[in-house]
Each structure stands twice: as C-alpha cells, then as structure tokens.
C-alpha cells in the first residue's frame, strides 16, 4: 500500500490533541508519478506536515491550501499540472496533472468517520472509504469494493466523482528464527512499510540485545502464530533450518491466506521439508506456495544480501502474485 501508513491514526491524534489536522489524499495523477493514487499528506494547524502526495511538486501549495480549509472548515479538490522541467526535477520523465483531495478533520471529515477507519485498521479489517466530491456524502464500508481490496486499489469510480480509498490492514511480516538474517530483515522490512514480528523460543537468540525495539515472541511458533493471526496482509519467513520450529509454523501458514510463505534452506533441505508436508497430508499445490530456498536467486551470499532478496520476493509475491 502506496500511502503514508499511519496517516489516518496521525491525523485522528493531531486532531484530538486541538492541533487541528487535514488529510490531504492522491485521488487521480499521472502514470509517472512517485506517490500513487491513496498516497496521503497531514497537515497539522500549525504547518506540521507527515507523509507526501508528490515527490515535492506540489507539497507546499497543498498545505497551504491545508490550513485554509482548516480555517474555513471547507473541502477542496484541487488539480495541480507539473510542467516537464518540474517533474524531471524529481525524477519523473514527464509531467501531467494530479488531483488532489483535501479534507479538514472535525469540519468536512467527522471525527466518527475517521475514528471508524483507525478502529477497523486496528482490528485488521479491510474498509473502503467512500467520498462523493460532487455531494460531499461520505461513508465506510466493509463490502462492495472487494476487486479493490485484492488489488490494493484506491482510485475514482466510473462517474468521476465518487473516490474509493482503500484501508486494507497495515502489511505484517513475522519472522520464525531470531538469526542473522532475520537482524537485517526486520529494519529493512519496516522501511518498506511493514509492521515485523520475529519469533523464537530461545531465549539467547531472541533477544532485545539482539533486535532493539522490535517484538520478539518467545511461544513455540505453532502458538506464537495462533495468537498473532495469519491474514492476506501477511509475509511469513521460517529461518530456524530447524523442522522442530519450521514445520509447525509452515501447517499453519499452509491452512491461511498469507501472501508469501519463504522458508530458508538448500534444495535439499526444502526437498526434505516437501516429503514431510506431503506426508502430513498437504498436496501439491498447497506445497507450491512456499518459496524454497527462499528469496530471489540475485547471488546473494552474506545475512544481509539475503535479506535484500527475501524482501524483494516478498515485494514480488504482493504486487504481482508471483
């Protein structure tokens, strides 16, 4: 998902907390462009502002137009062309145009309206947030929009005035093996916009020495996942090269919808861990969906190299389904 992740939680607390907060939201941009529709901008009342909605075309006048929607309590769509001299300047190859939605919290955005996203965000439920820009009637629903829940696809409806923006759960990596690689993956993961889970019952290698200001599970991984939940949004990577940890965890992955299932080891090893699945009773096309070994054959040699092709795959599984 193309958007500042914790956009509409921000905003909500900014908002709350008398700081006065606007959403501003990619509705429509052109096919270059750095941010995709869904990408999203707060604006605080006093000029504060996370996240983008360009690569820096067009972010100042849309927080000045920010506070003046916080000032009048107004909506505004507003429509920005970006010259070819403007675009290559941040990395674009050509210009166009981008629209833009801008919508002050507790005036234009009820604050029940928003706080229903952050809940279902939370909860791990997929919304869609509905806005007419033609009759400024808003609604969220959790249905009739499920093609643009599996594609992760915000955008405008066929009458061009109704903005679909999806809120699918935030994306979740959980790793089994506090090891080398998993040191390198977790912070390179967030980066790329995942929230990361690593578990491991040993004590020595699960450590926060080991993986500062990350959470760490330290249940069996068969428990650790029960509690935790497998779901659509979910990457799960087994490190451990041991089937006591592995195997477990790979039942249950095997039996859910996450998106990408990667299991380290060598051909022989994930040979030996397919003859035990099937005797487990998983077939083929269960099987199939593990990537082993695990991540992208770039040549990768040293813990973090290999976390570079795991994220990767992993990128590859979401956007493309490969």
Known sequence: MDIFENAPEL??????????AALATVVETWGSAPRRTGAMLVVSGDGEMMGSVSGGCVEGAVVMEAQDALADGKPRLL???????????????????IRILVEPVGAALDESVLEQIVQARAARRPVAYVVNTADWSRSVVAEGHESRFAMDRSGLEEDGSTFVHIHNPPLRLIVVGAVHIAQALLPMARIAGYDPVVIDPRGAFGSQARFPGETILDDWPDEALDNVGLDART???????D???????????????????????SKRTHASRVARLQEAGFDDTAIARIK???GLDIGAASPPEIAVSILAQMVQALRRGA
């Open 292 to 294: 082993g070994p695990v």
């Open 235 to 241: 990457a799960l990577v087994l490190l451990t090269h």
């Open 11 to 20: 905003a909500l607390d900014w908002h709350r907390a008398g700081r006065g």
């Open 243 to 265: 089937p006591k940890l592995d195997d477990p965890a790979l039942h249950r992955a095997l039996n859910s919808k996450a998106f990408y299932i990667g299991a380290l080891g």
């Open 79 to 97: 429509e920005y062309g970006v010259s070819d001299g403007d675009a290559f300047a941040v990395g674009l190859a050509c210009g166009g145009n």
